[in-house]
T-cell receptor, first 113, second 112 residues
Framework: GQQLNQSPQSMFIQEGEDVSMNCTSS?????WLWYKQDPGEGPVLLIA?????ELTSNGRLTAQFGITRKDSFLNISASIPSDVGIYFC?????????????FGKGTKLSVKP | DAMVIQNPRYQVTQFGKPVTLSCSQT?????MYWYQQKSSQAPKLLFH???????NEADTPDNFQSRRPNTSFCFLDIRSPGLGDAAMYLC???????????FGQGTRLTVV
């Protein structure tokens, strides 16, 4: 089946540093989504990407949809303590009448004040 | 206001005793998903509905069933919960016109 390879698995950074994480796949996706999940909560959508090459920002977050449609990255600039959490990429395909959202394994971000 | 609502937030059930988790949405989305998420793992898709069409993942155990009586509601039924079914269960919705998926807060299932 389709798989997403997300890296790094975890990051320990100092407050104020920039963060970069990425997802790659052997499959093509029509949409890339980036989520943040806090402990005991559901994932919250951060950024949605729809077109190959698309670069989208949401505050301090920037994400890009790779030109090959097989990869995406998420950058967080000037990290703050509330950025702590697990970040998931997810790829979505619509084939015919079906949709299937596949998740990467997540990047656990820790921020030291 | 919450748009995807899962009830209950926490559910404790006995080994082998059927349990139902519920999800409702106010977004009028035609796709609804159920995911299982175990500790420190990514959400794993169990099945999804595209309108009334049910799509089961190949590796979803028969112990897991789902019902979608109308657009707004979707249920996850676990017929005979085992200890290994303890997890966070996440419901999500998306629309055919826009492909973002929105998640509820999840139901944490404990099997005793």
């Amino acid at each position: 089946g389709q798989q997403l390879n997300q890296s790094p698995q975890s990051m320990f950074i100092q407050e104020g540093e920039d963060v970069s994480m990425n997802c790659t796949s052997s499959s093509i996706f029509n949409t890339w989504l980036w989520y943040k999940q806090d402990p005991g909560e559901g994932p919250v959508l951060l950024i949605a990407l729809y077109k190959a090459g698309e670069l989208t920002s949401n505050g301090r977050l920037t994400a890009q949809f790779g030109i090959t449609r097989k990869d995406s990255f998420l950058n967080i600039s000037a990290s703050i303590p509330s950025d702590v959490g697990i970040y998931f990429c997810a790829g979505l395909n619509y084939g015919g009448s079906q949709g299937n959202l596949i998740f990467g394994k997540g990047t656990k971000l820790s921020v030291k004040p | 206001d919450a748009m995807v609502i899962q009830n209950p937030r926490y559910q404790v059930t006995q080994f082998g005793k059927p349990v139902t988790l519920s999800c409702s949405q106010t977004l009028n989305h035609n796709v609804m998903y159920w995911y299982q998420q175990k500790s420190s793992q990514a959400p794993k898709l169990l099945f999804h509905y595209y309108d009334k069409d049910f799509n089961n993942e190949a590796d979803t155990p028969d112990n897991f069933q789902s019902r979608r009586p109308n657009t707004s509601f979707c249920f996850l039924d676990i017929r005979s919960p085992g200890l290994g079914d303890a997890a966070m269960y996440l419901c999500a919705t998306s629309s055919r016109g826009r492909t973002e998926a929105f998640f509820g807060q999840g139901t944490r299932l404990t099997v005793v």
